[in-house]
């Protein structure tokens, strides 16, 4: 037989993963952002073990050994072959300085959500913030450009950067004190949540002022300001 040889016809298939692709964006920003550790769970309530792609950054496949994944800084995960089904996404855990995402986010993905073309999930993470505001106690009036640093439940001072609409965000290389702007305020993202102190630096003109603890809670986003 002609097709039983080194000779033989050839026929091949390629087959399409089912895929889905999750993206995680501030969401103040709209920025991508990362660290958060997810898991995602079938209809019955099970864990859908995942394991890293091999070659394949920010890919995962469905079927592997980890009960949770990590979103890398690129803000984007792709998982492949996930049976067609419905399922829930849920945040074990948020990045530094953002609310916890309290709700699992449901979505399905059926054979038409191939990896070239993949059902597409966005959750978006708020950062916890702080509002410091400044006030003349004798005139009631805010004062602008007052020097301040807060220092964590270790009593070690918060560094921070100024961006450029004027608020501060939480950066390691950044500097331990801030100012409040010409309305008097500062605000600060990005305080993980936890018992901070708020400490003024010498304000020429006006008395001492001792140090004012504060809170920040998982309710504490730009809606809502510690």
């Known amino acids: 037989d002609a097709n039983v040889s080194a000779n033989a016809a050839k026929a091949s298939i390629v087959d399409s993963p089912i895929c889905l692709s999750v993206a995680k964006i501030d969401g103040d920003t709209k920025l991508p952002i990362g660290g958060q550790v997810f898991k995602v769970m079938d209809n019955d309530g099970s864990i859908i073990k995942l394991s890293p792609i091999t070659g394949k950054a920010g890919w995962f496949a469905a079927g592997g050994l980890s009960e949770t994944f990590v979103m890398p800084a690129s803000g984007t995960v792709n998982i492949a072959y996930l049976p067609e089904g419905e399922y829930e996404l849920v945040e074990v855990t948020p990045a530094d300085g953002y609310a916890v995402f309290a709700e699992a986010v449901s979505f399905a ?3 038409d959500d191939l990896y070239t073309a993949p059902e597409q999930l966005k959750v978006e993470n708020f950062a916890l913030m702080v509002e410091v505001t ?5 005139t009631g009036e805010t004062l602008p450009g007052v020097s301040l640093e807060i220092l964590d439940a270790n009593g070690v001072a918060v560094k921070m950067k ?22 008097g305020k500062a605000s600060i993202r990005l305080l993980p949540a936890g018992d901070f102190t708020l400490v003024e630096q010498n304000n020429p003109g006006f008395g001492k002022v001792e140090p004012v603890p504060f809170t920040v809670r998982n309710e504490n986003t730009s809606a809502t300001r510690s």
């Open 109 to 111: 993905v059926s054979n």
């Open 134 to 138: 400044k006030t003349d106690g004798l």
């Open 162 to 183: 100024k961006l450029s609409d004027g608020s501060y965000t939480v950066d390691k290389d950044g500097a331990v004190l801030f100012e409040t702007g010409t309305n």
